[in-house]
C-alpha cells in the first residue's frame, strides 16, 4: 500500500490536475528513465486547420461522413471545414471503419494517411503535396487516389518547457508519430527532442516501449489517442491527456487534466524528491 508520502503527492498531483490511479504509478514515475511521446494532441494541441484540399463534391460529402464517424483531431477539423454540405446523397447503409492510427473507410473509400496508398499508381503525382511540415490525408476510391487534405497544428505552449525539464533531469525523450517524416522532424525540432521516429503505427509504439523495457528500463508513455492506447498499457507509466480518447484514459495510470505538460513534470519532480526523502 502506498506510504504517506506518496498519498500526499497523489493529492498534490489532483490539485495540480495531474491524476493518478494509485500509489504504484506516482512510485513509478519517480524511476522512470525513458519518456516516450505521442505527437499529434499530445506535443501539439491537436487543433487542425485545413490548409488546402482537392478533391470533388461528391467525394467531398463521403469523406466528411466518414469523419463523422471518427473521433481524430483531424476528423474533427475536417467535418468543421464543411459545416454546410448536405449529406443526403451519401449511402449511409454502408459501415465506415476506423483504423487506428490510419484513417477511415467505407466500402472502396479509403481516408488516410500517405503510406497507406503506397501501392497506388498515381501516389507520385501526390507525394510533392507532402511538404511544407503539414499532416497530409489522401483520399483513394478503388485504386486510384482522387483527392487530398493538407492540415497545420500547432505545438502546444508548453511543450518545450516540460520537455527540456524532464532531459535535464537525465530523462531520455523520444518522439513516436504516426505522422510523416516532415512534421516529425519539425516538431520534434521545435520542442528539442533529438529522436524521432514517423510513420509509427499502433504496434510499433508498444514495440518501442517494450523494447526499452527488455533493456531494463523503466519507460513511460505519453499519448491521447486510441493509436496510442495500446503502448500507455504496455508502458510503465501510461499518461494520457484529458483531451484524450476515453480508451486512452482508461488505459493509463496518470491523466493530465488540463492537458499541462508543466504539470506534468511538477508532478514528476515532486514524485522524485519524496522518494529520495523516503529511501
Ligand atoms: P499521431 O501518432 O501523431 O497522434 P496518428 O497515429 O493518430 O498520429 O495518425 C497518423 C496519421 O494517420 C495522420 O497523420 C493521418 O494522416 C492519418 N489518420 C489517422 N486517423 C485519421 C482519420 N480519422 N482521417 C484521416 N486520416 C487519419
Ligand atoms: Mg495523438
Avoid at 522512470?32 to 484540399?53: A, C, H, I, P, R
Avoid at 503535396?129 to 476510391?141: H, P
Avoid at 488505459?251 to 504539470?263: E, F, Q, R, T, Y
Amino acid at each position: 500500500s502506498a506510504t504517506p508520502a506518496t498519498l500526499s503527492a497523489i493529492s498534490n498531483g489532483a490539485k495540480n490536475g495531474v491524476l493518478f490511479k494509485g500509489g504504484a504509478a506516482m512510485e513509478a514515475l519517480s524511476t522512470m528513465d525513458v519518456l516516450y511521446s505521442d505527437k499529434t494532441g499530445t506535443l501539439t494541441y491537436g487543433e487542425f486547420q485545413v490548409t488546402d484540399y482537392e478533391v470533388d463534391e461528391d467525394i467531398l460529402k463521403e469523406v466528411v461522413y466518414m469523419e463523422q464517424q471518427s473521433s481524430h483531431p483531424i476528423a474533427e477539423a475536417i467535418v468543421n471545414t464543411f459545416p454546410e454540405l448536405d449529406l443526403d446523397t451519401v449511402d449511409q447503409t454502408e459501415s465506415v471503419e476506423e483504423v487506428a492510427g490510419s484513417g477511415v473507410q467505407k466500402g472502396d473509400i479509403i481516408v488516410g494517411k500517405p503510406s497507406v496508398f503506397d501501392s497506388f499508381e498515381d501516389v507520385n503525382g501526390y507525394r510533392s503535396k507532402v511538404m511544407e511540415g503539414n499532416t497530409m490525408v489522401f483520399v483513394g476510391k478503388g485504386n486510384e487516389i482522387v483527392g487530398y487534405f493538407s492540415l497545420a497544428d500547432q505545438v502546444r505552449e508548453e511543450s518545450k518547457q516540460a520537455i527540456d525539464g524532464f532531459q535535464k533531469e537525465g530523462i531520455h525523450v523520444s518522439l513516436l508519430t504516426g505522422d510523416n517524416e516532415l512534421v516529425a522532424k519539425k516538431v520534434a525540432e521545435e520542442v528539442g527532442i533529438d529522436e524521432y521516429v514517423a510513420s509509427c503505427l499502433p504496434e510499433d509504439k508498444i514495440s518501442y516501449v517494450n523494447d526499452s523495457q527488455k533493456k531494463g528500463k523503466v519507460v513511460g508513455m505519453i499519448g491521447d489517442g486510441i493509436n496510442d492506447a495500446p503502448a500507455l498499457a504496455n508502458a510503465d507509466i501510461g499518461i494520457a491527456m484529458g483531451s484524450g480518447s476515453s480508451v486512452a484514459m482508461e488505459s493509463a495510470d496518470v491523466v493530465i487534466v488540463k492537458n499541462n505538460l508543466a504539470k506534468l513534470f511538477y508532478s514528476f519532480k515532486l514524485s522524485y524528491k519524496l522518494n529520495r526523502i523516503i529511501l
